[in-house]
């Protein structure tokens, strides 16, 4: 667990205004809760709105396009999301992947315009169902990071990276401690590869996937797991600060 374990909240295509009554809830209860850092990512149409109801908590994207203008029907830019309010950027996560068909070289070039755009990143990495059962979750996983990661200087203050098993999302199930100790590992492995020792040890890595208050203090307790990437649970704040709850007594 890292010093201050940091637990976002991924609202995916959920949420009109009647939402901001929840963020505000999310943000009064994350002053409680100083030890975690809370973040949510709503919709693109929420971002300055939630930015401008929260005190405590950051508010971030859920994608961003590789350009920072142009003839682009329909998408958004890094420079957009920072100008709405956003600190961070979702990238690559596997619903992105799998629905836009985004590679890994795709997802490279959206962290190198986000960074540019004065974004924090937050990489997403996991594997499919198939690929586990095949035993080639860890050397699938490795690649699909080494692939996806920016080249930067100031990795350990820029980025975060969420480990999403897509078998586990949505879908009630969680991978096992064992499962998520050793992939975590692994990726803390590539991590110090990619951008040294010192670097690595600031990057937090969340686990993503069904993550609930009733699971989250096994989750959160496991060696490098720094927080969660939460979805469906994000969106009541109830449940949601439910896992910051735990979050921070693991912390402690
Ligand atoms: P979930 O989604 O918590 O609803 O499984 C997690 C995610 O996709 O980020």
């Known amino acids: 667990m890292a010093e201050r374990p940091f637990i976002v909240g991924n609202w995916k295509m959920h949420g009109t205004r009647a939402m901001l009554s929840e963020a505000r809830a999310i943000d009064r ?25 929260v005190e405590q908590i950051a508010v971030g994207a859920q994608d961003c396009h590789t350009a920072e203008a142009g003839a682009h029907t329909g998408d958004i830019s890094a420079s957009m999301v920072a100008d709405a309010g956003a600190k961070f950027v979702i990238l690559g996560h596997s619903e992105r992947r799998e629905n836009h068909a985004e590679d890994n070289a795709e997802v490279r070039a959206k962290s ?28 699938y996983v490795t690649a699909q990071l080494r692939a996806s990661l920016p080249q930067i200087d100031n990795a350990g203050e820029r980025l975060t990276v969420a ?81 910051a709850l735990a979050a921070a007594e693991v912390a402690e």
């Open 112 to 139: 190198e315009a986000a960074l540019e755009a004065g974004l924090n990143l937050i990489i997403c990495c996991g594997e499919s169902a198939e690929t586990r059962d095949k035993g080639k979750a860890e050397q």
């Open 163 to 243: 480990y999403e098993p897509i078998w586990a999302i949505g879908t009630g199930n969680t991978a096992t401690p064992e499962d998520v100790a050793a992939m975590h590992a692994t990726i803390r492995g590539l991590l110090t590869e990619t951008y040294g020792e010192e670097a690595s040890a600031s990057i937090r890595i969340l686990y993503g996937g069904s993550v609930k208050p009733e699971n989250a203090k096994e989750l959160m307790a496991l060696p490098d797991v720094d927080g969660a990437l939460v979805g469906g649970a994000s969106l009541s704040a109830d449940s949601f600060m439910g896992i």
């Open 29 to 53: 209860a994350a002053q409680r809760y100083m030890k975690v850092e809370v973040a949510v990512a709503p919709p693109f149409t929420l971002i300055h709105a939630v930015h401008r109801e």
